[in-house]
C-alpha cells in the first residue's frame, strides 16, 4: 500500500490521533504537549503544529523540527547540480550516491502521491524503464529503493563508458505535471502563522536536507509572524 510521504493533513492528523488514543489508553497522562520530529518527522510536527487546536481539551505547548523536509522541488534541484559536479570532478562514487538519494526522494513522494490519488501513473514521474524500481517504493524502505538505483546507476555506468550525465531516470516535466506540482506545493511545511514557539534544528553540512531550504523556511516563518 502506498505510504502518504510528506502528506501533511495525514501527518497531522496520524499524530493527533496517536495523542488521543495514548490518552485513553493510559488514562493518566498530561494533557499539555508538544511535538518533536526529524527529516519527515520534522514535517510532521510542523503540519501537527498548524492543526493542534482540532484536538479538543488539549493544551499545545510548541515543536521542535530537526532537518525538517521542505522544499522538495529545489532540493531535487540542488542535489542533481553537486552530483554533476562530483561526477566532472571524477567523484563518480559520490555522484552515484547523491543521485540515488534523490531519485529515491522523487519515488517515495511518487508513492505518496498514489496514496492520496489512486490513478496516479509512475511514468508521470519516471521514464517507463525505471517505474519498476519506483514503484518498489511502496514496499521497501528508502534506503532500500536508494541501493536499487545505486545499483541501477553503477550498471548503466559499466554499459555506457562512465557517463554519469547520460543516465536518466525522471521525465523531463517531473516537476511541472499538473500531480506532482500541486503536490509538492500543498505539503510544503508551516506556510500559516503557527500559534505557539518553534524551535528549528539543522546541521549546515546535511546533504539530504540541505541547510540553504531550511533557512529560507525559517525566514518564511518568521515574515509570517511565527515566534521561531
Not at 95 to 109: D, G, H
Not at 200 to 219: C, E, I, K, N, W
Request: glycine fraction near 8%; proline fraction near 3%; charge should be neutral.
Amino acid at each position: 500500500v502506498a505510504h502518504p510521504y510528506l502528506n501533511s493533513s495525514s501527518a497531522a492528523k496520524s499524530i493527533l490521533y496517536a495523542l488521543s488514543k495514548a490518552n485513553e489508553g493510559y488514562g493518566n497522562l498530561s494533557k499539555d504537549w508538544s511535538v518533536i520530529g526529524w527529516s519527515q518527522g520534522g514535517h510532521a510536527a510542523l503540519a501537527a503544529a498548524e492543526t493542534h487546536s482540532a484536538l479538543a481539551g488539549y493544551n499545545f505547548k510548541g515543536t521542535v523540527a530537526i532537518a525538517p523536509a521542505s522544499y522538495l522541488s529545489e532540493t531535487l534541484d540542488l542535489g542533481m547540480g553537486v552530483a554533476n559536479q562530483y561526477a566532472a570532478a571524477g567523484n563518480v562514487a559520490d555522484a552515484v550516491k547523491v543521485a540515488a538519494t534523490l531519485y529515491t526522494y522523487a519515488a517515495i513522494v511518487s508513492s505518496g502521491i498514489k496514496a492520496e490519488k489512486t490513478n496516479f501513473n509512475y511514468e508521470q514521474a519516471f521514464i517507463p524503464s525505471k517505474t519498476l524500481i519506483a514503484r518498489e517504493a511502496e514496499v521497501l524502505c528508502s534506503s532500500e529503493v536508494g541501493q536499487l538505483f545505486g545499483f541501477n546507476i553503477q550498471t548503466t555506468l559499466q554499459e555506457n563508458g562512465g557517463k554519469f550525465s547520460e543516465y536518466k531516470a525522471l521525465q523531463d516535466n517531473f516537476k511541472t505535471d499538473p500531480d506532482i506540482k500541486a503536490y509538492l506545493e500543498k505539503n510544503i511545511p508551516a506556510k500559516v502563522k503557527l500559534d505557539k514557539k518553534v524551535y528549528l534544528y539543522q546541521g549546515t553540512a546535511d546533504t539530504t536536507v540541505p541547510y540553504p531550504f531550511t533557512q529560507s523556511l525559517y525566514q518564511n516563518m518568521l515574515n509570517l509572524g511565527t515566534d521561531v
